[in-house]
Protein backbone atom coordinates (compact mmCIF):
# COMPACT_ATOMS: atom_id res chain seq x y z
CA UNK A 1 0.00 0.00 0.00
CA UNK A 2 1.14 3.92 -0.31
CA UNK A 3 3.12 4.96 2.62
CA UNK A 4 3.03 8.59 3.30
CA UNK A 5 5.87 10.01 5.53
CA UNK A 6 5.29 9.17 8.87
CA UNK A 7 3.49 12.66 10.23
CA UNK A 8 1.67 12.96 7.17
CA UNK A 9 0.18 9.57 7.92
CA UNK A 10 -0.37 10.53 11.06
CA UNK A 11 -2.12 13.34 10.07
CA UNK A 12 -4.60 11.48 7.69
CA UNK A 13 -5.19 8.70 10.26
CA UNK A 14 -6.38 11.02 12.92
CA UNK A 15 -8.79 13.01 10.00
CA UNK A 16 -10.03 9.77 8.98
CA UNK A 17 -11.50 9.40 12.55
CA UNK A 18 -13.94 12.08 11.98
CA UNK A 19 -17.09 10.91 11.42
CA UNK A 20 -18.04 9.88 8.00
CA UNK A 21 -14.29 10.85 6.55
CA UNK A 22 -13.20 8.05 4.66
CA UNK A 23 -9.53 7.38 3.66
CA UNK A 24 -9.81 9.55 0.23
CA UNK A 25 -11.49 12.29 1.62
CA UNK A 26 -8.71 12.33 4.96
CA UNK A 27 -5.95 11.96 2.17
CA UNK A 28 -7.16 15.33 0.68
CA UNK A 29 -8.05 16.91 3.77
CA UNK A 30 -4.70 16.73 4.57
CA UNK A 31 -3.24 17.41 1.32
CA UNK A 32 -5.90 20.87 1.27
CA UNK A 33 -4.76 21.51 4.27
CA UNK A 34 -0.69 21.73 4.00
CA UNK A 35 -0.61 22.94 0.37
CA UNK A 36 -3.47 25.34 0.33
CA UNK A 37 -4.79 26.37 3.85
CA UNK A 38 -2.45 26.04 6.35
CA UNK A 39 -4.28 28.76 8.46
CA UNK A 40 -7.19 26.38 8.48
CA UNK A 41 -4.99 23.58 9.99
CA UNK A 42 -3.66 25.83 12.14
CA UNK A 43 -7.48 27.23 13.25
CA UNK A 44 -8.39 23.96 13.49
CA UNK A 45 -6.09 22.60 16.09
CA UNK A 46 -6.21 25.17 18.20
CA UNK A 47 -10.03 25.00 18.38
CA UNK A 48 -9.49 21.50 19.46
CA UNK A 49 -7.59 22.02 21.89
CA UNK A 50 -9.48 25.12 23.47
CA UNK A 51 -12.96 22.93 23.20
CA UNK A 52 -10.95 19.72 24.77
CA UNK A 53 -10.04 22.36 27.68
CA UNK A 54 -12.94 24.30 28.05
CA UNK A 55 -16.02 22.98 26.85
CA UNK A 56 -17.85 20.36 29.51
CA UNK A 57 -21.09 18.77 29.77
CA UNK A 58 -23.91 20.97 31.81
CA UNK A 59 -24.62 19.02 35.36
CA UNK A 60 -28.30 19.94 34.88
CA UNK A 61 -29.23 19.73 31.30
CA UNK A 62 -26.22 17.69 30.05
CA UNK A 63 -26.16 20.46 27.21
CA UNK A 64 -22.14 21.30 26.14
CA UNK A 65 -21.71 23.97 28.08
CA UNK A 66 -18.09 26.78 28.35
CA UNK A 67 -19.06 28.49 31.59
CA UNK A 68 -20.13 27.76 35.19
CA UNK A 69 -24.11 28.78 34.90
CA UNK A 70 -25.67 27.00 31.94
CA UNK A 71 -27.64 29.36 29.91
CA UNK A 72 -30.18 26.79 29.11
CA UNK A 73 -30.66 26.14 33.14
CA UNK A 74 -31.81 29.92 34.46
CA UNK A 75 -33.90 30.54 36.83
CA UNK A 76 -36.16 31.68 34.04
CA UNK A 77 -36.36 28.80 32.29
CA UNK A 78 -37.06 27.03 35.35
CA UNK A 79 -40.19 28.99 36.39
CA UNK A 80 -41.62 27.72 33.26
CA UNK A 81 -41.91 24.54 35.26
CA UNK A 82 -41.30 22.91 31.50
CA UNK A 83 -38.62 20.40 30.59
CA UNK A 84 -38.16 19.15 26.92
CA UNK A 85 -35.76 16.26 26.08
CA UNK A 86 -34.21 15.98 22.78
CA UNK A 87 -31.51 13.52 21.92
CA UNK A 88 -29.18 15.94 21.16
CA UNK A 89 -27.55 19.18 20.63
CA UNK A 90 -28.46 20.20 17.25
CA UNK A 91 -32.32 19.04 18.35
CA UNK A 92 -32.02 21.20 21.13
CA UNK A 93 -30.59 24.07 18.98
CA UNK A 94 -33.44 23.26 16.41
CA UNK A 95 -35.83 24.23 18.66
CA UNK A 96 -34.29 27.31 20.32
CA UNK A 97 -33.56 28.32 17.08
CA UNK A 98 -37.16 27.15 15.15
CA UNK A 99 -39.15 28.03 18.10
CA UNK A 100 -40.72 30.28 20.79
CA UNK A 101 -39.95 27.64 23.61
CA UNK A 102 -38.06 29.14 26.27
CA UNK A 103 -38.50 26.55 28.73
CA UNK A 104 -35.63 23.94 30.35
CA UNK A 105 -34.12 20.92 28.30
CA UNK A 106 -32.60 17.41 29.01
CA UNK A 107 -30.31 16.85 26.27
CA UNK A 108 -30.00 12.78 26.09
CA UNK A 109 -27.08 12.38 23.87
CA UNK A 110 -28.23 9.76 22.20
CA UNK A 111 -31.42 7.18 22.42
CA UNK A 112 -32.40 4.10 24.52
CA UNK A 113 -30.47 1.13 22.26
CA UNK A 114 -29.78 -2.14 23.81
CA UNK A 115 -28.16 -3.78 21.08
CA UNK A 116 -26.07 -1.08 21.11
CA UNK A 117 -24.89 -1.03 24.63
CA UNK A 118 -27.09 2.20 25.56
CA UNK A 119 -29.47 1.95 28.29
CA UNK A 120 -31.03 4.87 30.83
CA UNK A 121 -27.48 4.89 32.35
CA UNK A 122 -25.91 6.25 29.49
CA UNK A 123 -28.27 8.72 28.83
CA UNK A 124 -28.30 10.09 32.39
CA UNK A 125 -31.80 8.86 32.89
CA UNK A 126 -31.46 8.98 36.88
CA UNK A 127 -30.53 12.44 36.53
CA UNK A 128 -33.62 13.21 34.88
CA UNK A 129 -35.26 11.40 37.50
CA UNK A 130 -34.29 13.33 40.25
CA UNK A 131 -35.55 16.28 38.08
CA UNK A 132 -38.87 14.75 37.91
CA UNK A 133 -39.18 14.32 41.26
CA UNK A 134 -38.10 17.46 41.96
CA UNK A 135 -41.58 19.45 42.15
CA UNK A 136 -39.97 21.70 39.59
CA UNK A 137 -41.31 20.62 36.11
CA UNK A 138 -45.21 20.46 35.75
CA UNK A 139 -44.78 18.96 31.71
CA UNK A 140 -42.42 16.91 30.01
CA UNK A 141 -42.07 17.63 26.44
CA UNK A 142 -40.58 14.91 25.12
CA UNK A 143 -39.31 15.83 21.37
CA UNK A 144 -36.91 12.55 20.52
CA UNK A 145 -36.83 11.80 16.70
CA UNK A 146 -39.57 9.46 15.16
CA UNK A 147 -37.97 6.49 14.81
CA UNK A 148 -37.96 3.26 16.16
CA UNK A 149 -35.74 3.71 18.95
CA UNK A 150 -36.56 7.39 19.38
CA UNK A 151 -39.89 6.22 20.05
CA UNK A 152 -38.94 3.66 22.67
CA UNK A 153 -37.21 6.31 24.60
CA UNK A 154 -40.40 8.56 23.94
CA UNK A 155 -42.12 5.61 25.68
CA UNK A 156 -39.75 4.96 28.28
CA UNK A 157 -39.61 8.49 29.63
CA UNK A 158 -43.41 9.34 29.66
CA UNK A 159 -43.65 6.33 32.14
CA UNK A 160 -41.18 7.91 34.43
CA UNK A 161 -42.77 11.06 33.95
CA UNK A 162 -46.28 9.68 35.19
CA UNK A 163 -44.37 7.70 37.83
CA UNK A 164 -43.50 11.10 39.41
CA UNK A 165 -47.33 12.83 38.42
CA UNK A 166 -45.66 14.76 35.39
CA UNK A 167 -47.75 15.56 32.56
CA UNK A 168 -46.15 14.38 29.41
CA UNK A 169 -46.18 15.52 26.17
CA UNK A 170 -45.10 14.45 22.87
CA UNK A 171 -44.31 17.02 19.64
CA UNK A 172 -46.90 16.76 16.76
CA UNK A 173 -44.98 14.66 13.52
CA UNK A 174 -46.82 14.35 10.64
CA UNK A 175 -46.72 16.08 7.36
CA UNK A 176 -44.46 19.28 7.30
CA UNK A 177 -45.57 22.73 6.91
CA UNK A 178 -45.62 23.61 3.03
CA UNK A 179 -45.29 19.77 2.02
CA UNK A 180 -47.44 17.88 -0.52
CA UNK A 181 -48.83 14.97 -0.07
CA UNK A 182 -47.29 13.29 -2.63
CA UNK A 183 -43.86 13.75 -1.54
CA UNK A 184 -43.92 12.61 2.06
CA UNK A 185 -43.32 9.39 2.63
CA UNK A 186 -45.60 6.39 3.45
CA UNK A 187 -44.76 6.44 7.60
CA UNK A 188 -45.12 9.80 7.85
CA UNK A 189 -48.83 9.80 6.02
CA UNK A 190 -49.84 6.59 8.20
CA UNK A 191 -48.91 8.58 10.81
CA UNK A 192 -50.42 11.74 9.74
CA UNK A 193 -53.96 9.98 8.90
CA UNK A 194 -53.66 8.02 12.33
CA UNK A 195 -53.29 11.01 14.88
CA UNK A 196 -55.67 12.87 12.46
CA UNK A 197 -58.04 15.77 14.72
CA UNK A 198 -61.84 16.52 14.61
CA UNK A 199 -61.64 20.55 13.21
CA UNK B 1 -29.90 31.29 13.56
CA UNK B 2 -28.66 28.69 16.05
CA UNK B 3 -25.80 29.83 17.99
CA UNK B 4 -23.79 27.77 20.24
CA UNK B 5 -21.22 29.13 22.87
CA UNK B 6 -18.32 30.51 21.86
CA UNK B 7 -15.67 27.78 21.56
CA UNK B 8 -17.82 25.46 20.09
CA UNK B 9 -19.10 27.60 17.33
CA UNK B 10 -14.94 28.48 16.56
CA UNK B 11 -14.57 24.48 16.44
CA UNK B 12 -17.79 24.14 13.58
CA UNK B 13 -16.44 26.58 11.75
CA UNK B 14 -12.32 25.54 11.97
CA UNK B 15 -13.98 22.25 10.66
CA UNK B 16 -16.71 23.68 8.28
CA UNK B 17 -12.91 24.90 6.34
CA UNK B 18 -12.00 21.67 5.66
CA UNK B 19 -12.93 20.22 1.75
CA UNK B 20 -16.14 18.97 1.30
CA UNK B 21 -17.53 19.64 4.91
CA UNK B 22 -20.57 21.59 4.89
CA UNK B 23 -22.19 23.60 7.96
CA UNK B 24 -24.41 20.21 9.15
CA UNK B 25 -20.93 17.70 9.00
CA UNK B 26 -18.72 20.10 10.70
CA UNK B 27 -21.88 19.84 13.57
CA UNK B 28 -21.76 16.40 13.50
CA UNK B 29 -18.10 16.01 13.48
CA UNK B 30 -17.84 18.59 16.70
CA UNK B 31 -20.56 16.71 18.78
CA UNK B 32 -18.78 13.26 17.95
CA UNK B 33 -15.28 14.60 19.10
CA UNK B 34 -16.68 16.24 22.39
CA UNK B 35 -19.03 13.69 22.78
CA UNK B 36 -17.88 10.37 21.42
CA UNK B 37 -14.35 11.00 20.98
CA UNK B 38 -11.49 12.90 22.66
CA UNK B 39 -8.94 10.80 22.45
CA UNK B 40 -9.99 11.39 18.69
CA UNK B 41 -9.73 15.07 18.83
CA UNK B 42 -6.42 15.52 20.84
CA UNK B 43 -4.63 12.78 18.30
CA UNK B 44 -5.92 15.34 15.79
CA UNK B 45 -4.85 18.83 17.50
CA UNK B 46 -1.46 16.96 17.82
CA UNK B 47 -1.39 15.99 13.84
CA UNK B 48 -2.10 18.96 12.86
CA UNK B 49 0.50 20.79 15.23
CA UNK B 50 3.58 18.40 14.43
CA UNK B 51 2.53 18.99 10.44
CA UNK B 52 2.46 22.27 10.11
CA UNK B 53 6.07 22.64 12.07
CA UNK B 54 7.71 19.74 10.47
CA UNK B 55 6.11 19.04 6.72
CA UNK B 56 7.04 21.56 4.04
CA UNK B 57 7.65 21.07 0.66
CA UNK B 58 10.49 18.61 -1.35
CA UNK B 59 12.98 21.88 -3.11
CA UNK B 60 13.21 19.56 -5.98
CA UNK B 61 9.94 17.78 -6.49
CA UNK B 62 7.97 19.91 -4.93
CA UNK B 63 6.17 16.74 -2.59
CA UNK B 64 5.65 16.67 0.75
CA UNK B 65 8.72 16.29 3.07
CA UNK B 66 9.74 16.10 6.19
CA UNK B 67 13.23 15.47 6.01
CA UNK B 68 16.18 17.14 4.56
CA UNK B 69 16.38 14.35 2.49
CA UNK B 70 13.61 14.34 -0.22
CA UNK B 71 13.13 10.05 -0.45
CA UNK B 72 11.64 10.38 -4.00
CA UNK B 73 14.69 12.80 -5.17
CA UNK B 74 17.91 10.16 -3.80
CA UNK B 75 20.58 9.87 -6.59
CA UNK B 76 19.79 6.44 -7.14
CA UNK B 77 16.48 7.41 -8.70
CA UNK B 78 18.25 10.51 -10.50
CA UNK B 79 20.23 7.80 -12.09
CA UNK B 80 17.48 6.76 -14.07
CA UNK B 81 17.37 9.58 -16.00
CA UNK B 82 13.34 9.86 -15.73
CA UNK B 83 11.64 12.33 -14.61
CA UNK B 84 7.13 11.58 -13.94
CA UNK B 85 5.54 14.55 -13.39
CA UNK B 86 2.09 14.45 -11.96
CA UNK B 87 -0.13 16.28 -11.07
CA UNK B 88 -0.78 15.99 -6.77
CA UNK B 89 1.03 13.79 -4.20
CA UNK B 90 -2.37 11.32 -4.52
CA UNK B 91 -0.53 10.70 -8.04
CA UNK B 92 2.77 10.23 -6.92
CA UNK B 93 1.59 7.82 -4.36
CA UNK B 94 -0.83 5.86 -6.85
CA UNK B 95 1.90 5.47 -9.56
CA UNK B 96 4.70 3.93 -6.76
CA UNK B 97 2.32 2.24 -5.22
CA UNK B 98 1.00 0.15 -8.04
CA UNK B 99 4.00 0.19 -10.59
CA UNK B 100 8.10 -0.91 -10.20
CA UNK B 101 8.46 3.36 -11.28
CA UNK B 102 11.42 4.45 -9.18
CA UNK B 103 12.91 7.38 -11.32
CA UNK B 104 12.14 10.66 -10.24
CA UNK B 105 9.16 12.84 -9.69
CA UNK B 106 7.66 16.33 -10.19
CA UNK B 107 4.48 17.55 -8.26
CA UNK B 108 3.01 20.10 -9.87
CA UNK B 109 0.81 20.39 -7.11
CA UNK B 110 -2.33 21.74 -9.40
CA UNK B 111 -2.78 21.90 -13.19
CA UNK B 112 -2.77 24.81 -15.20
CA UNK B 113 -5.91 26.76 -15.05
CA UNK B 114 -5.91 30.40 -16.33
CA UNK B 115 -9.38 31.23 -14.94
CA UNK B 116 -8.57 30.26 -11.88
CA UNK B 117 -4.97 31.97 -12.03
CA UNK B 118 -3.10 28.69 -12.07
CA UNK B 119 -0.12 29.30 -14.12
CA UNK B 120 3.15 28.10 -14.61
CA UNK B 121 4.72 30.21 -11.99
CA UNK B 122 1.84 28.54 -9.53
CA UNK B 123 3.21 25.19 -10.50
CA UNK B 124 6.40 25.37 -10.22
CA UNK B 125 7.64 25.24 -13.83
CA UNK B 126 10.46 27.39 -13.71
CA UNK B 127 11.80 24.79 -11.18
CA UNK B 128 11.33 21.78 -13.71
CA UNK B 129 12.79 23.88 -16.77
CA UNK B 130 15.89 24.39 -14.68
CA UNK B 131 15.96 20.36 -14.50
CA UNK B 132 15.06 19.44 -17.74
CA UNK B 133 17.99 21.90 -18.64
CA UNK B 134 20.25 20.41 -16.77
CA UNK B 135 21.18 17.20 -18.79
CA UNK B 136 20.37 14.38 -15.65
CA UNK B 137 17.15 13.20 -17.61
CA UNK B 138 16.70 11.85 -20.74
CA UNK B 139 12.50 11.38 -20.58
CA UNK B 140 9.91 13.48 -19.01
CA UNK B 141 6.65 11.05 -18.58
CA UNK B 142 3.57 13.16 -18.36
CA UNK B 143 1.12 11.22 -15.83
CA UNK B 144 -1.67 14.51 -15.65
CA UNK B 145 -4.97 13.32 -15.54
CA UNK B 146 -7.01 12.80 -18.31
CA UNK B 147 -8.88 16.33 -17.98
CA UNK B 148 -9.34 19.29 -20.05
CA UNK B 149 -7.20 20.76 -17.96
CA UNK B 150 -4.72 18.06 -17.85
CA UNK B 151 -4.40 17.69 -21.41
CA UNK B 152 -3.41 21.19 -21.69
CA UNK B 153 -1.03 20.81 -19.18
CA UNK B 154 0.64 17.99 -20.66
CA UNK B 155 0.67 19.70 -23.66
CA UNK B 156 2.66 22.65 -21.83
CA UNK B 157 5.07 20.68 -20.16
CA UNK B 158 5.63 18.24 -23.45
CA UNK B 159 6.76 21.66 -25.16
CA UNK B 160 9.19 22.71 -22.66
CA UNK B 161 10.75 18.99 -22.74
CA UNK B 162 10.88 19.10 -26.47
CA UNK B 163 12.67 22.64 -26.16
CA UNK B 164 15.35 21.04 -23.72
CA UNK B 165 16.08 17.99 -26.39
CA UNK B 166 14.27 15.96 -23.40
CA UNK B 167 11.95 12.73 -25.18
CA UNK B 168 8.57 13.04 -24.03
CA UNK B 169 6.08 10.32 -23.42
CA UNK B 170 2.59 10.07 -21.83
CA UNK B 171 0.86 7.24 -20.09
CA UNK B 172 -1.54 5.58 -21.74
CA UNK B 173 -4.97 6.18 -21.42
CA UNK B 174 -7.84 3.85 -22.46
CA UNK B 175 -10.50 0.85 -21.40
CA UNK B 176 -9.06 -0.10 -17.69
CA UNK B 177 -7.70 -3.24 -17.65
CA UNK B 178 -10.46 -5.74 -16.60
CA UNK B 179 -13.13 -2.87 -17.62
CA UNK B 180 -15.91 -4.17 -19.98
CA UNK B 181 -16.69 -1.87 -22.85
CA UNK B 182 -20.07 -1.65 -22.19
CA UNK B 183 -19.71 0.40 -19.07
CA UNK B 184 -16.64 2.39 -19.94
CA UNK B 185 -18.21 6.10 -20.70
CA UNK B 186 -18.18 7.72 -24.34
CA UNK B 187 -15.02 9.88 -23.91
CA UNK B 188 -13.20 6.67 -22.95
CA UNK B 189 -14.01 4.68 -25.54
CA UNK B 190 -13.73 7.19 -28.28
CA UNK B 191 -9.98 8.23 -26.74
CA UNK B 192 -8.71 4.23 -26.83
CA UNK B 193 -10.09 3.73 -30.41
CA UNK B 194 -8.34 6.72 -31.98
CA UNK B 195 -5.16 5.62 -29.93
CA UNK B 196 -5.56 1.87 -31.09
CA UNK B 197 -2.10 0.18 -32.07
CA UNK B 198 -1.57 -2.58 -34.73
CA UNK B 199 -0.84 -5.94 -33.10
ZN1 LIG C 1 -27.84 23.23 31.43
ZN1 LIG D 1 11.88 15.43 -3.68
Chains 1, 2 share one sequence.
Not at 9 to 20: E, F, K, N, V
Request: charged residues 20%.
Amino acid sequence: MNVYSPRLSRLIDALRRLPGVGPKSAQRMAFHLLDRDRNAARSLAQALGESLDHIGRCPSCRMFCEDEACRYCSAARTASGQLCVVEGPADLMAIEGGTSYRGRYFVLMGRLSPLDGIGPDELGLDLLQSQLASGDFNELIIATNPTVEGEATAHYLAEMARAQNVAVSRIAHGVPMGGELEYVDGGTLAHALSGRRPV
